[in-house]
């Protein structure tokens, strides 16, 4: 088949542009609040390995709401600080910490392996594990997450010296391993705010 182009007028790419424009505003509040994204858009199975080498599914977390947050260990900002938001979140929940299971996943298969990652995240809180994986493991399950991370090397040439850029949301997923909601600690959710809309998700689920 050969498709043909033809030249659109000023006044036909304005109208192009503004409904480009419409729809990725739509398309960004919908990921980030959650709304009208159905209940298997965002998560589903992957196979990772935690610290001593040891092979975790997400069927290893069935039975838990899961916290679920990318990122990588030389992150110079936003990891620390959302980690230790998580952190802070679990200590306001007291008991009901125990029905949660946080993890973070590498975004840096490069640099992060397993001790690596479990030592990073065992500096924040002992109850969040920490997953690495293969290049090939993490872009899987990075695409059900939709999460986005793309490598930036630095203005030196360094090979070991670049960033990763990547999403920064904190996904809460049910028992089942559904997705539920999605927090932005970096927007101005945190430990409090997110606390609280666990507990009401936790006692709704508790209610049925």
């Known amino acids: 088949m050969v498709v043909q182009h033809r030249r659109i007028g000023p006044v036909g790419i304005g109208v192009l542009l503004l409904l480009l424009i419409g729809a990725a505003v739509a398309f960004a509040v919908s990921a980030w609040s959650g709304i009208g994204q159905p209940s298997n858009a965002i998560g589903g199975p992957f196979t990772l390995t935690a610290a001593g080498g040891q092979r975790l599914t997400d069927q290893a977390f069935r039975g838990k709401w899961m916290l679920v947050y990318f990122g990588y260990s030389s992150c110079p900002d936003v990891c620390p600080t959302t980690l230790a938001e998580i952190a802070e979140t679990l200590d306001r929940l007291g008991p009901l910490s125990a029905r949660l299971q946080p993890l973070f996943i590498t975004v840096d298969p490069e ?15 002992a109850r969040i594990v920490g997953l ?59 430990p409090d705010e997110m606390a609280s809309l666990i507990r009401e998700h936790l006692a709704r689920s508790s209610s049925r």
């Not at 640099?111 to 809180?125: G, N, Q």
């Not at 986005?148 to 920064?168: C, I, Q, T, V, W």
């Open 111 to 125: 640099r992060d392996t397993p001790e690596v990652i479990d030592a990073y995240v065992k500096a924040f809180d």
């Open 132 to 190: 690495a994986g293969t290049a090939a493991e993490i872009r899987q399950v990075a695409k059900a997450y939709r999460v986005h991370y793309a490598r930036k090397d630095a203005p030196d040439g360094n090979r070991r010296a670049y960033l990763m850029e990547h999403s920064a949301f904190v996904y809460l997923m049910g028992p089942d391993g559904t997705y539920v909601t999605l927090f932005a600690p970096g927007r101005g959710q945190g």
